[in-house]
């Protein structure tokens, strides 16, 4: 048995493996760093930051629920200046493969996002969170129309400049996923990031109010598992070029590899790492192991390969 | 890895259960964690994975440390004390001698001890009076005077145990129902032991209504809190946001973690109304 | 402590009890009746019917998700000449409420179902299915767009004439399930069922295919809950004098309740009665000690509790 | 209610475990179950709920019956022969002694037994023997000839206790590698054994492969096949309709559901090509 060509491309970057952490589940990676070297990853995905300090949404933000749980941070963050003087400096310093989320409320603060960096050194790719359910208003959803996806991917493309893949990140919540999809992959982006949470609520029976103070949440975990592997199955067969990261619900390497299986070119960890420090570590091994035991020499023969014939 | 600090003393295990036991309304359960028992302080918690793989459950559930010994006839040993409330709770409970559980540990802040010898007083509601017996050990060791003060709502629900009292000067109870000791909430017997005891240095960990209440005392008497919060957490090591507890900063309110710059916590920096928090976000 | 009033009503039609079965999961209800008194119940929804006899997607069927399940039965059935003559009579001559949910493949269909349920003595409302993923295409699935939501609802409501109670059956499958909603309920609906499956894909990593044989299928169970309360919420905010038959998870008194409080008339219990076939009468128990034990003496009061101050 | 038909003899129960060993890569575990063994016939299943309430895995797991016995020391009991293969199997080969598992049953149809004696001949692949030797019994007492045919991959995995054997006139093996055995598939030894034997009627039960060819032979020899047959099911009581086998039709194609028409089909009604359904769809 040949060694395994762990590595995978998104856009006209290379990682040496596909498993990633999920932003706003690993936060910006040193508290991670404890429990395992943050380079044996694929890549760390940032939590989404915006232009401002932000201090998100009162608590309770979380509800456990069968097999998931629901999240209402909204957007929690120190704003792209103090995350570009101190949490930047440290990934790099210790030559972690950085990808960084970016969230707006506005078209023209996604702009400013990609302006801020275009200049930085060190980061890999830059993954555009269109799709948070945690904000204010659903309108603000930018992955729920094609227009105004388009319209955020302009201004990040118009502004970012070089050489940095584009990743836009997507909402499950809407009728036609593929729509979206094409929509942003037209406007230039060069990946795709499948899925985002789905809107969800849990009510408190003993106070018979809804669970969290910001009422709606976003739900992860194992339970929306099927619906990622559809749109990633969906969104691969429409664009069979455009590589995407997957991500819902994988909390051992047997799911990583359904993601890969229905398209995915890397794989995003998030709730997995709140059971579980190591998770993604761990995910990774299974992953390989799992790949090599079914004869696979190049993980990239294994992207999409449900479409195929065996 | 350079200059990592945050869950600094943090690791992963297979904890084994050496003994659990009914303790009135609470289970007080010990497990086998070697090594890590020696970096835990009082007020640091532990993460415990809740009824293996298949499980539907999949968030860990945080408890504070009651005790930790370094060196026992089995190593290092962490204690906790449960209360068998919900889902998660209730199996643990029911683990039994040998049965191995995955922890996480140990993990957050824990309180801050005086330099000098002081009068301290710890105040505890509920199963929040677990992680204030060891702080008497390691406060009546540095020669400061324990003042404890327990409240529940009814006697059966003080968690207090023998062994426990062994390290403070005074104990006393407070009941809502008046089962035990003062009739009343535990803050309404406050005042009056501060003064009586000249209390410098409050500690305090249960509720978080009783927890606001005696932060509005300690402010009253111009006196340092500490005190061990709680919030609903969904990672207990920093990376998810979902633990945070308000407190005052130059921008108006500043969300900080719990599970990292907590549970430990300033009393007086800590937003305790959410009617303040909301105005601000 | 007043007994409760446990009743519940769907536009003109009354309800012992707000515990009905979820259509599909309950088949015509016999299967059921050796497991306990059908009358027990608020009443039985029958499995969709269509105009002829169907066969059905291929097997495998199902496959089981954290918390959840996968379905491609692909609306196998009788056809509707077959199920008043079998199926029905059964039901009435044992004195069980009737729902009956009907499914096509055109509006016409619609039409002609409605017609067919016009004269047919002894059924308490009609369940218009407009939202099963498992058809060949998704453009079927009229519940994704308000024109042709209206247009099945608008034949359904031409050709039933009389008092029959029409529902109409909404998919979480979309952008915005408050617009679909308002466009039926000013179509004419007396009530809205939320919410079918959620569509979803399972890829078997032995075979590296999808597990089911039309590779997507609907997803059910406890997973898929907080969705469900998200969607009655948004629902019964904006329609609130709107009845809504909840479901999606529902498998304990503790989580009817839940729906309740999310603004639920009824709730329908599907997947659990796969667990246990006894799932529907234990929840009408449960829902009913839980309601009595918060004080309430009408059923009706608890509905859309959760939107209400304390 | 009047005429209902369906799950006729079927309950809900909490079955205590009696018994549960290893027999080669399998166990046979016996379940208290009381009446529920009066009414179970060779060939109905029972359906058993997984891992406790706060499990992921909410679908239950269908087990043919091994044997039943109506009247024994702990009253009625069902035994089952299970292979530990995921999650579900293996956690019910890990119950003790003692424990409780939630059990439905028993459901679905069973072997039909010829009025006349006649010369039968039971295949059996895999776990698929377990209801075999049941049957083998009745066909006995019936004055049946009972001629038992059992194939595996491998010598280890076929299941064939010493007990099940004394109903039959013979028994033959048959193993994919030869360690036991006629080396080959099961079906490559049947013609020449139905010649020996004379077989009037066939039972098979075993994988979907398995079961095809066999009906295949009884085709050829035109003689009657019941077989036991199984697909993916969600809720073994008749409501779902995820566990269908497609049968011979006027129409085409009509998709029977197994759990309650089954699983005990004939053979020569079942359309065995997935290809030969897929083009009536
Ligand atoms: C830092 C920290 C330290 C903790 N230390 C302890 C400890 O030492 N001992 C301990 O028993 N628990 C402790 N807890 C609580 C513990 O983490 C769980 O929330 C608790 O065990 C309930 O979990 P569950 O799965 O049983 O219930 P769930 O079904 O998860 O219910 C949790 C909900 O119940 C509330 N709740 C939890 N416990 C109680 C109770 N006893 N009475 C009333 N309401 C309750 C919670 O606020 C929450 O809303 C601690 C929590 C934190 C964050
Ligand atoms: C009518 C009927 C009778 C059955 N009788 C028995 C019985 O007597 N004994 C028994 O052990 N099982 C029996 N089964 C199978 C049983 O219901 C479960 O499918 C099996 O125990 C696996 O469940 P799991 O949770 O362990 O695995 P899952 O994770 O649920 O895996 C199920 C999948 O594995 C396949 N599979 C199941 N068992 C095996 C195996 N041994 N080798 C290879 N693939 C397998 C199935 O086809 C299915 O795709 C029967 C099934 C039916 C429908
Ligand atoms: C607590 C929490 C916070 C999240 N924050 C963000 C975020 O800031 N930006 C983002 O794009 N996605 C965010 N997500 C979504 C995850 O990145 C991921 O898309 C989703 O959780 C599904 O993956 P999982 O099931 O593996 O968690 C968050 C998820 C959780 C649970
Ligand atoms: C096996 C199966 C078959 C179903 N068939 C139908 C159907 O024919 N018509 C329909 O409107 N909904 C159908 N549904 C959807 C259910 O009625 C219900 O909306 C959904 O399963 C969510 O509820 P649950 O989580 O309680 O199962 C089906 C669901 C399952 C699991
Ligand atoms: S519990 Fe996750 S950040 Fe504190
Ligand atoms: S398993 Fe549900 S109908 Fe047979």
Known sequence: ?310 | MSTQKINKSAMQMQAEVISNKKAGPYNHIVFAVGEMAANSRPGNFVAISIDGEASSLILRRAFAIYRATDKGVMGGSIELVIAPYGQGSKWLCSRNVGDFVDLVGPLGTSFGIPTTNANTMLIGGGYGSAPLFALAEVLKNRGCRVDMVLGASTASKIYAPLEGKRSVSSLTLTTDDGSAGIHGQISEAIPRLIREFGTEVIYSCGPMGMLAAVAKIADEFDISHQCAVEEAMACGIGVCMTCVVPIKDPSGVKMVRICIDGPVMDGSQIIWDKKDVLDHL
């Open chain 1, 1 to 310: 048995m040949s060694a395994l060509d762990f590595s995978t491309k998104i856009g006209s970057k290379r990682f040496n493996n596909p498993i990633f952490t999920a932003s706003g589940c690993a936060s910006s990676g040193q508290e991670l760093a404890q429990f395992f070297p943050l380079t044996e990853l694929g890549a760390i995905v940032t939590k989404s930051i915006m232009t401002k300090p932000r201090t998100g949404r009162p608590t309770p933000r979380m509800a456990e629920t069968p097999s998931g749980m629901l999240n209402s941070i909204g957007l929690q963050g120190p704003g792209i200046d103090a995350f570009l003087e101190k949490d930047i400096p440290w990934l790099v310093e210790n030559k972690v493969k950085v990808i960084v989320s970016i969230a707006g409320e506005t078209v023209d603060e996604y702009g400013v996002l990609a302006r801020r960096l275009r200049a930085v050194a060190g980061i890999s790719a830059v993954e555009v969170n269109i799709s948070c359910p945690n904000v204010e208003n659903r309108g603000q959803v930018f992955a729920c129309h094609p227009d105004s996806a388009v319209a955020v991917i302009e201004a990040v493309r118009r502004n970012i400049g070089g050489e940095l893949p584009i990743v836009a990140k997507l909402s499950p919540d809407v009728t036609d996923i593929v729509a979206i999809a094409s929509s942003v992959v037209n406007a230039g982006v060069d990946g795709l990031a499948l899925i985002n949470t789905l809107l969800g609520m849990v009510i408190d029976t003993n106070t018979m109010k809804p669970k969290l103070a910001g009422k709606t949440g976003g739900l992860s975990g194992p339970a929306i598992r099927p619906v990622a592997v559809r749109a990633i199955y969906q969104v691969h067969q429409a664009l069979p070029n455009i590589p995407i990261i997957g991500m819902g619900g994988v909390s051992n390497g047997r799911d990583a590899l359904e993601l890969v299986l229905a398209g995915a070119s890397a794989v995003s960890i998030g709730t997995a790492s709140f059971s579980n420090p190591t998770a993604a570590l761990f995910i990774k091994n299974e992953l390989s192991a799992l790949l090599t035991g079914k004869g696979f020499n190049d993980f990239r023969d294994a992207i999409g390969f449900a479409h195929r014939g065996v």
